[in-house]
C-alpha cells in the first residue's frame, strides 16, 4: 500500500503548519511568561533548530536533570547491573532518552552533553522510502567518551503535528518476515524496507541506493559497528516512546535476520515505554527467544491509547512481547505479561477511564507540585494535552511526562528475578 498519496501530504503540510504556529505561541506563553513585568515585557523568541526551538511534546515536560536514584530502583535493583560512571537510574535515564528524542539535533546534545554529562554520538534524520521523506528520527550517545559502559541508540516515536507519522501508525498491515513471524509494515517502513512483498528482497544486507537517502536501520547498523570496537565493555540498549518504542523493539530482529552476532551479543535489550503492539504472536515469541537473559521490558501508564493498538483481537492479531509495568494508579504499577483493557473500544472500561482522567487531571494541577515540589508543577502545554482526555480518555496518559513522574515515584514490588 502506497502512502505517499496526495491527501497525506496536504494534511502534513497543514498539521506542520498549525504545529509551527502553536509551538512558537506556546514557547513564548510557557517559557517566558515569568519575565513580564510592570513596566516592561523581555521575551526571546525561539528559533527553529536550535537549543531554543522545543516541540510541543518537549514543552508537556521541559524537565533534563537526571536524579542519582529514583524510588523505582528500591523496587526494581536490578537495573542497577548496568553501572553508569554517573550512578544515574537507568530506567529513568531510558525514558528521559525516549522523550528527549522529539527534540532537534541542537537540543538533543545539549541535554546529552550539558545537562547529562555524557557522550554524545550523533542525531539521525534518515529517509523512508514509501512516504518520500527524511520522516525517521533517532539519536545515539554513550556514558563516556572513552571505554563507555554503555550505548544508547532512542529513536523518536510519532511527533504531534507530523502528519504522515499518523500515517504510519494506523499502517495495520503485516508482513510476513519467514520464522520471525509478522510484522507491523508501516514500522518496518519507517526503519527501512525496500520490498513491502517480500522481506528478503525488503531487507538487503547492505543498501546500495542513493548515499543521500539512507534508511535509519543501515545508519545506527553502521554507528554501532563502529561503536563495539571503541568500546568493547560497552552494552548496547534501545529505546523510544510510542512509535519509536516499537521501533526499538524490532530493531534486534533485524539485527538478527542479518546475523549482525557481534553487535547482539554486545546487547543489553530493550527499556521502552508507550509501546504500540508491533507484530504478532509468532513475531513476539521470537523476539523473546533473541532477548534470552536481556532486558525486554516496556513501561504502560494506565489506559494509554496507543499501548492499546493496533488491536489485539482475531482480525488484526497483533499482541505485544515481554514484561511490563503497568502502572494501574497514581504511580502505582505492577509486573505483568498484558495490561488490562487490552483494546481501547472494551465499553467495560470507559467509565473508570474517565474517572482516571477527573482524577489525574487534578491531583496533577493542585496536589502534585505541593506535594512533590516544584518539579513536578504542570506547564501550560501538559494542561492542555491532559484537558483532551475530557473527550478522548486515555490520550494523556501517552504522556512522557505521566511515564516520568511514574518512574520517579512509582512503587513497584515484585522480586528481581521476574523482569530479566
Known sequence: ????????????????????????ETHLFNKHIETVTL?????????EGTET????????DPRLDLTKSSSLLTYLPQFGAIKTVFGVDLLELMLMASKVAYENAAVVEYAVTKRWKMNFVGFYSCWNKFTKTYGTQAYIFTDTAKDASMIVVS?????????????TDVDFSFLSMGK??????????????????????????????????IPVYYVVREQLRTLIQTHPNAKII?????MGAALSSIYPALLSLHEETDILDKTAGILNNGRLRPGDEAFGNYMVN???????????????????????????????????????????????????????????????????????????????????????RETVP?????????????????????YLNAIKLGKVTISDEEIV
Open 1 to 24: 500500500m502506497d502512502l505517499n498519496f496526495p491527501l497525506a501530504t496536504s494534511a502534513s503540510n497543514c498539521i506542520y503548519t498549525i504545529g509551527y504556529s502553536s509551538s512558537q
Open 39 to 47: 513596566l516592561s515585557i523581555s521575551v526571546v523568541i525561539p528559533k
Open 53 to 60: 526551538w522545543w516541540t510541543f511534546l518537549g514543552l508537556i
Open 155 to 167: 529513536f523518536r516515536g510519532t511527533s504531534f503535528w507530523a502528519a504522515k507519522d499518523y500515517v
Open 180 to 213: 520471525m513471524g509478522n510484522v507491523h509494515i508501516g514500522l518496518l517502513k519507517a526503519l527501512g524496507l525496500q520490498d513491502e512483498k517480500d522481506y528478503v528482497k525488503g531487507w538487503p544486507k547492505d543498501y546500495t541506493g542513493d548515499a543521500d537517502k
Open 238 to 242: 534501545f529505546t523510544g516512546h510510542s
Open 290 to 376: 533473541l532477548l534470552k537473559g536481556k532486558y525486554c521490558l516496556r513501561v504502560t501508564y494506565r489506559y494509554d491509547i496507543i499501548v492499546r493498538v493496533p488491536f489485539d483481537n482475531p482480525f488484526f492479531q497483533f499482541k505485544h512481547f515481554g514484561k511490563c509495568i503497568y502502572y494501574y494508579s497514581w504511580y502505582h504499577g505492577e509486573v505483568v505479561m498484558q495490561e488490562p483493557n487490552r483494546n481501547y473500544f472494551d465499553l467495560r472500561y470507559f467509565p473508570n477511564m474517565y474517572y482516571t482522567q477527573f482524577k489525574d487531571f487534578f491531583t496533577s494541577l493542585l496536589i502534585l507540585p505541593i506535594k512533590e515540589g516544584k518539579e513536578y
Open 382 to 402: 501538559s494542561l492542555i494535552y491532559r484537558a483532551i482526555g475530557f473527550a478522548i480518555p486515555g490520550v494523556p496518559c501517552h504522556s512522557p511526562r505521566d
